[in-house]
């Protein structure tokens, strides 16, 4: 029920999440989308900015050649010319800028020049020497004089007007992308014009730039732009970072709940093993104290049958299973603490507690121990490995119904010493070779299930060894395999 709760609470949140991360992106979608429309008209604003500026250019020129030859004729009239005209028209310039030199080059005049300039002989000097280069001469031989003319200030001011619109055109396109990531191409796409919320390292080379443009094709289409003077243009652009951020937190999300989750399974997990734990002590010194007091009294009633000349032999077995119940209640007073393991020959105790059993099982049932080396020693407390065989043996007895084989074989692998238990019982199906270490765990009518339980327990947790079923198979019987060091 708790994991369906945590299942339904994910789920929900999930969906919630990439609820409102399709919500934002759709806002965001929109907002984009009115940007693009917005940058495609500015840009058409532009262009008809310059069909204007190109118009009022051409109207400049021609004011400058007519300047010129006005100038033309003035320096040779014909005969009985009339230059009232002429000369109002040189006197009605009061935009294209006039330099007036003498024969010995020494400045004469100087028009439309801007406010200040007039006695600025530097900025005159370096006028000259631009228009020199932009146009020829006017030559008034007559009178010695060479005039240069240069573009009219109304003109400049529109060329800077210009300039200044489409550098903030760009700019703000740029700015206005608000948090999306947004770089500005040539029409190569191979040079970046402006970038926007993107780190240059994402760009620094042709490589890294293709493949970041390529990107973010994949993400948006790019947007086009024709700019006068600057050619065709690029716009590409990306989701912002905050948009992608969302998207990925439902992902973050769900695996810091399943952290949650699994810290939530394994802390319970480990408080249920303490608490079994627990029981499994209580119960064991429990059952310890309680096999005391009869135990005392069978050890009485031996000695007192021995004096009363009882059959040695009975004496003798009695007190033999006195011994076997003193080894059981040694067992279950050790559950709990530390065992004291030490090097003890598994094969000559492989063979006493075999030897023990077969007098108390069927006797239509065959035991066998064999070892690679008989003089193999390993890490045991004896009494808690006895009770391990004692379990397993019982065990394979009943899946034998009392007849059949059970073979024990102890060899040395690497560093381990293994044993394997092996009898002609009923088998166990492959989909409960683990389920059979389960507490509860049984196929028997009458018992608790807690026999391989307590065998894993003794092996894996008090001996550092391993117990599993090397093989098994239905109506041929099961190999229990015991893993221990030396």
Known sequence: MLLLLAMAIVGITLWYSNHIAEKIRDDERKKIELWSEAIKRRAELVN???????????????????????????SDPTYESDLTFITEYLWSNTTIPVLIYDEHGKLWNSVNLPAGKDSDSQ?????????????????????????YYDDSR???????????????????????????????????QTKVIRRGNIDTAQFATPQLLAGKLELMRSSNAPIQVDLPGQGKQFIFYEDSEVLKQLRLFPVFQLILIGVFLLVSYLSF?????????????????????QLGTPLSSLMA?????????????????????????????????KIGSVPELKEENIHEVMVTAIDYLQNRVSGKVKFSVKSSNENQTVHLNVPLFGWVIENLVKNAVDAMDGEGELNVFIQKEGRRVCIDISDTGKGIPKNNWKTVF?????????????????VKRIIEQYHEGRIYIKASEPGKGTTFRIELRE
């Not at 008809?48 to 003035?74: M, P, R, V, W």
């Not at 029981?279 to 310890?288: D, H, L, Q």
């Not at 507490?439 to 339980?453: C, H, I, N, Q, V």
């Open 123 to 147: 900025y005159i000097d370096s006028l000259y020497k631009a228009v020199r280069k932009k146009n020829e001469p006017i030559e008034l031989t007559e009178v010695g004089l060479k005039i």
């Open 438 to 454: 389960e507490p509860g765990y049984t196929t028997k009518k009458r018992g608790w299930g807690l026999g391989l339980s307590l």
């Open 48 to 74: 008809f900015t310059q069909n204007l500026f190109d118009q009022l250019k051409t109207e400049e020129n021609k004011k400058a050649k007519l300047l010129g030859s006005a100038y033309n004729i003035i």
């Open 269 to 289: 997990s480990t408080f249920r093993k303490a608490e079994q734990n627990q029981v499994w002590v209580g119960m064991s010194k429990e059952t310890a104290h």
């Open 154 to 188: 109304l003109f400049k001011q529109l060329q800077a007007t210009m300039d200044d619109l489409i550098n903030s055109f760009i700019s703000e396109t740029v700015i206005n992308s608000a948090s999306a990531p947004v770089l500005v191409t040539d029409s190569t």
């Open 301 to 333: 009633w031996s000695a007192l049958l021995e004096t009363q000349g009882v059959d040695p032999a009975l004496i003798l077995e009695l007190n033999k299973d006195i011994d076997r119940l003193n080894t059981i209640t040694d067992r279950f007073s």
